[in-house]
């Protein structure tokens, strides 16, 4: 599987220039790849991402506090998809939600996460 974040539009990376949380805050910010370190590592991005997001928010009608996961198979159709809201109040950023899945995603299907190449690619809004 591969996963990919990205910031939304209406996120500024300025407003992260004064993390409340310290360096906590810092090293979750660190995490964030861009576009051409992704490609330089050999992940595969989505062909059309704005037609997957388009298609999982009209889906699921998200908001901003619930996470939307969803699989896909090798040709980008939608195989899988669920929405979900934190219940507690503490501030999670997308790679928390990401081991979160893997861990239950690994009891599913724990042979393809084991492919050298991957068979599914799930998205994360």
Known sequence: ???G??????????????????????NR????L????????????LRSPR???SGLHSRH?????TAVVAVLDH??????????????SVAADGWDFRNALLAHLRR???HDLRRRTPVRTAVLL
């Open 1 to 3: 599987m591969t996963f």
């Open 5 to 26: 974040f990205a910031p939304s539009s209406a996120t500024s990376i300025s407003a992260f220039s004064t993390p409340p949380g310290g360096a906590d805050s810092v």
């Open 29 to 32: 910010l660190a995490r964030m």
């Open 34 to 45: 861009e576009p051409a370190e992704w490609a330089s590592a050999g992940i595969p991005l």
């Open 51 to 53: 037609e997957v997001v």
């Open 61 to 65: 009608r998200p908001t901003p506090a």
């Open 75 to 88: 040709e980008e159709r939608l195989t899988a998809s669920a929405s979900f809201a934190r219940r507690d």
């Open 108 to 110: 599913v299907i724990p």
